[in-house]
């Protein structure tokens, strides 16, 4: 892989670098580097086996922990086994990833709404992750997986039975939520209904004091009974507006037949309602009061009125309530069941959308525990994922999947790599080889070229020496007609009488022959011995030519003769020469 502290070459066993003791100072300060950062920042020659494991244990943490979906702290925590990983990748290759191993690491999904809160709940898991420190540590120390496997079995024990307790307790909580969320909105229905009725309203005190004492509970509990839209809540509903309206002089001033028949039917359907939602009469004392009140409005009384509602504001009610339409449970069952995050980084706080409340249109927020987290309503739910303060978190990765998908992108990788390695290598050859044939050719042309250059300094060489061989011939042919010419005055010269030395073997005396007869018709010499005797004839030429090679000398009749003769003899010897 690119940008990785690889050797330039193969380390021998005898040079591998020991890095077990590295990587368990990095565990043991709790570091937040990756293994091949923290290789890289050590000058030291790694070995490729050692390089490739701590780029795996990086690759495969990252990818895990990128998609787990956990909080930034257990992620930050969880992320630092890379040097263990990286080690025992070293060691035992595959092996490495025990089943015990792969287990614990997919149950790590069971946290995935886990926030640092500060809570109990919170600080058992970060001592759980602090028993796991120990663990790590003793397993770098003895070089055995063993500790850590026993942590990861202790862990899925402990796992197993919080995850029932978990249940349990999310099976009772669900039943007293949907009690409560039926409380709640019977209660605020209820609420909403005085609210509304009695808002800015002025009545007698006795009427006001029975619907905000009395009635109040009977309006409750029609609705927890039958619900809003239940026969008995109707009815309670319209007995309240009927009590209203009787005691407000403004609305039944000019009506007094309808207040007289109000007045006559209003305290037996009082007692009759009143009956069906609790079960039991009305106590004594609590209708007469308001009957009185309506029998004075018939008779004509003037009655003193007050503010329905406490100005001090001891009653409250929200008018929402009753305009509440309910949730489609189709609508909201892709949501239930998953965990959402609020805020980023280390402040971010998870829930999980354990339920919806129908009555309330409310949703039940739970921890990783199954402990109550709050409510929220489905709108403002809805409007939180809208505006992006609410955020789903993504369906986890089981760490098989993840540990597959990096084998598998790293098999592509490698066998890309091979690819590219053969391509590279079968582009090398070709280029080593029309390399090869590049300075072959070169090679001969430059060798060519050296023929052709010495075949023309040869020529030049041939034709010089020809040349010269020539020039050396013309020079001795001129030398030899020079020679010739000047012997041949010297023949001419000769005059009977005149001696000649004759050498015709080698270490035999010179036989002295003198000019008995020169014939010039046809230019020969004849020679006879000192007795007259051995007739020699010579041709001009042949006397010239035998003079000239030095087997014939004349000698003449004087001294100046040998001289002139010794001397252009010598010339012709030198010439030769």
Request: charged content about 30%.
């Amino acid at each position: 892989m690119p940008d990785l502290p690889y050797p330039a070459g193969k380390v021998p066993p005898e040079a591998e670098p020991e890095w077990h003791s590295l990587l368990l100072s990095c565990w043991t300060e709790q570091r937040d580097e990756r293994v091949t950062d923290v290789l890289g920042s050590v000058n030291v020659i790694w070995t490729t086996r050692q390089v490739n494991a701590a780029y795996l244990s990086d690759r495969i943490m990252d990818l895990f922990l990128k998609s787990s979906g956990l909080h930034a702290t257990l992620v930050g925590r969880i992320a630092r086994l890379r040097f263990w990983l990286a080690w025992r990748l070293d060691v035992a290759e595959s092996a490495a990833f025990t089943p015990v191993l792969l287990d614990w690491l997919d149950h790590l999904q069971e946290w995935r709404g886990w926030s640092d809160t500060g809570g109990r709940s919170a600080r058992a898991l970060l001592d759980q992750l602090d028993a796991m420190k120990h663990a790590v540590a003793d397993s770098f120390l003895h070089q055995t997986a063993e500790p850590v496997d026993q942590f990861c079995e202790h862990w899925l024990i402990d796992s197993e039975k919080r995850m029932g307790q978990v249940s349990r307790l999310r099976e009772r909580l669900l039943e007293t939520e949907q009690g409560a969320a039926r409380q709640r909105l019977a209660d605020q229905v209820a609420r909403a209904l005085i609210g509304r009725a009695l808002a800015g309203r002025h009545l007698p005190v006795s009427i006001s004091r029975f619907v905000l004492d009395h009635w109040y509970n009977v309006l409750k509990q029609s609705v927890w009974l039958e619900g809003t839209e239940g026969e008995l809540h109707r009815h309670a509903n319209k007995l309240m507006e009927w009590l209203v309206w009787a005691g407000d002089p403004e609305l039944s001033k000019n009506d007094r037949s309808r207040l007289y028949h109000v007045g006559e039917q209003i305290e037996e359907r009082i007692r009759d309602v009143w009956a069906r939602a609790l079960g039991s009469e009305p106590p004594s004392g609590i209708v007469e009061p308001v009957q009185a009140e309506i029998v004075a409005r018939v008779r004509g009384d003037e009655p003193v009125l007050e503010p329905a509602l406490p100005e001090n504001g001891g009653f409250t009610w929200d008018a929402s309530w009753l305009s509440m339409a309910p949730v489609d449970p189709a609508s909201a069952k892709p949501f239930t069941q998953h965990w959402y995050v609020e805020g980023e980084g280390a402040r971010e706080q998870r829930r999980f959308f354990f339920a919806l409340l129908e009555p309330t249109n409310e949703i039940l927020w739970t921890n990783g525990v199954g402990a109550r987290l709050g409510l929220q309503f489905w709108h403002s739910f809805a409007r939180s994922l809208e505006q992006g303060t609410l955020k789903a978190l993504p369906e986890p990765t089981p760490f098989g999947e993840v540990l597959e998908e990096s084998v598998l992108v790293l098999a592509r990788v490698c066998s890309k790599q091979k690819k590219q390695r053969e391509a590279a290598a079968a582009q090398a050859r070709e280029r080593a080889d029309t390399l090869r044939r590049q300075k072959e050719q070169e090679e001969q042309e430059r060798q060519q070229a050296e023929a052709r250059r010495q075949a023309e300094l040869a020529e030049q060489k041939a034709n010089a020496e020809r040349q010269r061989l020539e020039d050396e011939q013309a020079r001795q042919a001129e030398q030899l007609r020079q020679q010739e010419q000047e012997v041949g005055k010297l023949v001419g010269s000769l005059g009977l009488g005149g001696w000649i030395a004759v050498t015709r073997d080698t270490g035999e005396e010179p036989v002295r022959l003198k000019l008995a007869v020169k014939i010039a018709a046809s230019n020969k010499f004849v020679f006879v011995d000192r007795l007259g005797l051995n007739r020699t004839e010579y041709l001009f030429d042949e006397l010239v030519s035998g003079i000239i090679d030095g087997s014939i000398r004349l000698l003449g009749k004087s001294a100046e003769f040998d001289d002139t003769l010794s001397r252009v003899v010598g010339r012709i010897r030198v010439g030769r020469s």
